[in-house]
């Protein structure tokens, strides 16, 4: 049985966590995350960092069952696309973790950088003339 094209998986790796992210987003939103949770995301995100870096094959972490199910996928697709299915999986997982992470950082801060700048000051209607004092 022919696997999947890589065009093909990552199509669905991104349709899926696409959906997520803005599951999670929409969470972030109404209940905001705790720092513990925060730390978990980023130990989940630096994992599968590892096993990419490894070329590690394991499906720790990895949503395999719901992402055949949203993708209309079955196991033997699976079976028939590894391992580029899986390393398309965590890099998904890792690239959704990562805008959660920095969403999460944008609402811990206020940023600035739209305000406009201070306008410089007007001239001096008038100039003092020679000899006046200016102080």
Sequence with gaps: MAGLRQSEIRDKVQAYFKAQLDQYLDWL????????????VRCEML????YLDMEMESDQ???VKPFLRKSG???????ASQPMMQ???RKGRRDLL?????AAERLEHYSYDDAPAIAPAAPMSHSPSV?????
Excluded: F
């Design 29 to 40: 939103d109404r209940r905001g995350l705790s720092k513990n949770a925060l730390e978990d």
């Design 61 to 63: 972490y990895l949503p």
């Design 98 to 102: 990562r805008a959660v992470l920095e």
């Design 131 to 135: 000899g006046q004092d200016l102080a």
């Design 87 to 89: 390393r398309e999986l």
């Design 47 to 50: 994992d599968h960092e590892s």
């Design 73 to 79: 996928l079955t196991a033997q697709d699976w079976q």
